[in-house]
């Protein structure tokens, strides 16, 4: 076989300046890892999510909604568990263009809140963020000059309930006013804008108890 002439060999330590080619099989391997590491990191972010206090608290919320007929949705997300009420059937949490609960939000707040409280003492790492949510109808009062400003005013006011009645810690417990800009619905009838409407609670923990 005839070598041509003033070229240098493909494995000559001067072609390559930082070591020989890898092995195919390599590219493989370091794909593999990549992958299990980050397999590993959302294990580790779901820790707490996936814990048996977690789940019990999910299941029992599942079936007082269901039982109480209250409106709305209980899930388990890579955030933590999310509860969200939603007005229907002619029930209001709130006065229009008012942060004040109504007589049927608090009895809401009644039948769901042990199942905060228990959690709470169960788990030493536990916060729940209060989310508000509105319709897109523009607001503005003497008192609100937006969707967002009433939206934060009634999680506050939610917040301010837990803990006069329930004694819930104040220091796990957060407000957070989204106005009309995370509908779940397009705001395009009555019953749609009533169930943008709504109160949601997401509850995050860090423990790993199983």
Wanted: proline share 5%.
């Amino acid at each position: 076989m005839l070598k041509s002439r003033h070229l240098i060999d493909e494995d000559d330590p001067r072609v390559c300046q930082i070591g020989h080619p890898a092995p195919p099989w390599l590219v493989n391997y370091a794909d593999l890892m990549t992958e299990l590491v980050c397999f590993f990191v959302i294990l580790y972010a779901l820790s707490a999510v996936l814990s048996k206090s977690v789940q019990k608290t999910f299941g029992e919320m599942q079936k007082v909604m269901q039982s109480e007929n209250i409106a709305g949705e209980v899930k388990i997300t890579k955030e933590g568990l999310r509860i969200s009420l939603e007005e229907s059937g002619g029930l209001a949490f709130f006065e229009s263009g008012s942060s004040e609960l109504s007589e049927g939000m608090k009895k809401n707040l009644d039948i769901l809140s042990p199942n905060f409280k228990e959690l709470v003492n169960k788990l030493p790492k536990v916060t729940i963020l209060v989310e508000g949510h509105t319709d897109n109808i523009p607001i503005s009062t003497s008192k609100y000059s937006s969707n967002w400003e009433l939206s934060t005013a009634r999680a506050i006011n939610v917040i301010k309930y837990l803990i006069n009645t329930f004694q819930l810690p104040p220091s796990l417990l957060t407000a957070v006013g989204y106005g009309e800009y995370r509908p779940i619905v397009a705001n395009d009838s009555p019953e749609n804008c009533s169930r943008n409407r709504r109160i949601v609670f997401l509850i995050k923990t860090s423990s790993s108890d199983s």
